[in-house]
């Protein structure tokens, strides 16, 4: 799998000072000379990869970090790859049918998969210990939404090493977190082991001595 990720001025989330753990910076917008740049690198080493993750440093389908206009370009140079599975990294709160239609109009012959973070199923592990706003019930809505479309898919991230628990807890909130998703219709998990990142609360903890960095043995 290729992860290409895409300029943009920054997480919308992240300048509201949410996400305990999150740190993805910022840049100027692709430009569509940039755009037709990728494209020639990709198309060059295509046989290499059978899929490949697009995302930006927030939301790809939030028009406040990729306008329309630029949407619709990486589409279109999607659509000339010879890449069969194509997956779409984005906040649940930003899909829409407008977008969902356009997808599907233009990469009519490839697999879709919209990956969107659940982080935690517990709204406490989210409101207190990670810092984000996740209405559950609306994200079900979203993933059934996406399921309307029988050319796309659901793919759902978990957070391992919600600070202010303990190892036990935090393995306990990832599995029940699993096992929600799951249950609501979630097709596939990537689950992301806690990374301290730099100027995030997380890496303030744990140069402070309140965090500790989770164990590859777990």
């Given at each position: ?83 069969h599975t194509i997956i779409f990294e ?129």
């Amino acid at each position: 799998m290729l992860h290409v990720c895409i300029g943009s001025e920054g997480c919308v989330f992240k300048k509201n000072g949410s996400c305990v753990m999150c740190n993805y910076g910022y840049s100027s917008l692709i430009t569509q000379k940039e755009i037709q740049n990728l494209f020639s690198v990709l198309k060059d080493n295509e046989e290499d990869f059978s899929s490949i993750l697009i995302g930006t440093y927030g939301s790809f389908f939030d028009t406040r970090e990729i306008p329309s206009n630029i949407f619709v370009d990486i589409l279109n140079m999607l659509k000339n790859l010879n890449i069969h599975t194509i997956i779409f990294e984005t906040h649940y709160s930003t899909i829409s049918t407008d977008k969902l239609n356009l997808i599907c109009d233009i990469l009519q012959n490839k697999e879709i998969v919209i990956e969107l973070g659940l982080e935690s199923s517990n709204q406490i592990v989210l409101s207190e210990c990670l810092n984000k706003t996740i209405d559950l019930k609306e994200f079900k809505k979203t993933v059934d939404l996406i399921h309307e479309y029988s050319q796309l898919c659901v793919s759902a991230n978990v957070f391992l090493g919600a600070p202010f628990l303990t190892a036990e807890e935090q393995i306990k909130d990832s599995l029940q977190s699993i096992v929600w998703a799951l249950n609501n219709g979630v097709d596939n998990i990537v689950v992301f082991p806690s990374n301290i990142r730099e100027n995030t609360l997380i890496e303030f903890l744990y140069a402070n001595g309140h965090y500790n960095k989770i164990s590859a043995w777990y």
